[in-house]
């Protein structure tokens, strides 16, 4: 399995972005997806996820700004950024926990201008 994750890119204060992670979630009766984030000299963190019964969490930080959703049909997670900030800047990956496997996508990065 392999994830791919995109729609990064530069955006200025206040901006929008939209990423998207290819997941085949619709093959699985149980799945967890997350979104991490890892800064330069910072360690990885998650900042949001959704479950395959559509639980979803927001890391307290984008908690209102960030939305995570899925589209099983599409086999897509997507984590909606909204009123980014510069300290939103950061390599995004997503991960997924499928069938009790994990696997990593690479990054996309996300560079929030002041």
């Known amino acids: 399995v392999q994830l791919q994750a995109f729609g990064g890119g530069l955006v200025q204060t206040g901006g929008s972005l939209r990423l998207s992670c290819a997941v085949p979630i619709s093959s699985y009766y149980a799945y967890v997806v997350s979104w991490y984030r890892q800064a330069p000299g910072k360690q990885r963190e998650l900042v949001a996820r959704?479950?395959?019964?559509?639980?979803?969490h927001h890391a307290a930080a984008v908690k209102g700004r960030f939305t995570v959703s899925q589209d099983a049909a599409a086999n897509t997670v997507y984590l909606q950024m909204d009123n980014l900030k510069p300290e939103d800047t950061a390599v995004y990956y997503c991960n997924a926990d499928l069938g009790g496997t994990q696997y990593w996508g690479q990054g996309t990065q996300v560079t929030v201008s002041s």
């Open positions: 959704v479950t395959s019964t559509d639980d979803k």
